[in-house]
């Protein structure tokens, strides 16, 4: 099976930089589509951003358009974000999960192998 762990959160000053990643273990397909999402206290969780390893395209919410960069490490089997110019409004736990059909998708049941989550926030 496929475990995902997130890691890299904390606490960072209002305009500054974060990189959180998201690391693989066991077997993953080559093919493979990794999702970012984030939860703030009372609020539904979100898609953040996506990245797919079969052409290395991406995607963005448009909150964090301009701001947050993905990348991977195929060696590594590590997905990385990379937070830039950080508001208060991103404080949330951040979760990476993998694609269920190696797709992106809105539906929160398209992805599985969820992560423990790694919390980021934000200060003013």
């Known amino acids: 099976e496929v475990q995902l762990v997130e890691s890299g959160g904390g606490l960072v000053q209002a305009g500054g930089s974060l990189r959180v990643s998201c690391a693989a273990s066991g077997f993953i397909s080559p093919h493979y589509v990794i999702g970012w999402f984030r939860q703030a206290p009372g609020k539904a969780r979100e898609g953040v951003s996506c990245?797919?390893?079969?052409?290395?395209?991406?995607y963005y919410g448009d909150s964090v358009k301009g701001r947050f960069t993905v990348s991977s490490d195929n060696a590594k089997k590590v997905v990385y974000l990379q937070m830039n110019s950080l508001k208060p409004e991103d404080t949330a736990v951040y979760s990476c999960?993998?694609?269920?059909?190696?797709?992106?998708?809105?539906?929160?049941?398209?992805?599985?192998?969820w992560g423990q989550g790694t919390q980021v926030t934000v200060s003013t």
């Open positions: 999960a993998r694609s269920r059909d190696g797709t992106w998708t809105l539906s929160l049941n398209g992805w599985i192998s």
């Open positions: 990245f797919s390893n079969s052409d290395g395209s991406t």
